[in-house]
């Protein structure tokens, strides 16, 4: 064997090696626990302004953080997984806190006040909470 080919396989062996660990790596990276994260506390109204005003400075302060937010139900729902969705009312009849939960609850009622616990995804046409769950 030349010694360009045993360069060659040396150092596709190599590649394959690094990627297989990175993938390994990322397939068993663990799951966020919101439930035992502390979050930072807002009102829907006050997180939808924030967004509304500068959604780059929200970006920055919640984007990907534990934010426990309180409102009032305007819409419960399931998505297209069967999984319960909640949307918080805010001051902008057009947008509000669109809040995806880990497990579906079926005691949720349009026109309560919630306290709701996830993970922020930052602003489409709301404000997006993914792995939420219920605090009361």
Do not use: H
Request: glycine letters at 8%; charged letters at 20%; a positive charge.
């Amino acid at each position: 064997m030349s010694k360009g080919f045993k360069i060659t396989v040396l150092i596709l062996s190599l590649i394959i090696l690094v990627g297989g660990t990175i993938a390994y790596r990322m397939w068993n990276k663990p799951n966020r626990d919101v439930a035992k994260e502390k979050g930072i506390e807002i009102t829907a109204a006050q997180l939808v302004t924030e967004f509304q005003q500068n959604e780059a400075a929200a970006n920055a302060k919640y984007l990907n953080k534990p934010i426990q937010v309180s409102g009032t139900v305007s819409n419960v729902a399931a998505n297209q997984e069967g999984i319960t969705t909640v949307l918080l009312s805010s001051n902008d009849a057009m947008t509000g806190v669109f809040c995806t939960l880990k497990e579906n609850n079926p005691n949720i009622k349009t026109g309560t006040p919630v306290v709701i616990k996830g993970i922020c995804n930052g602003m489409l046409s709301d404000v997006r909470l993914g792995e939420a769950i219920m605090v009361k």
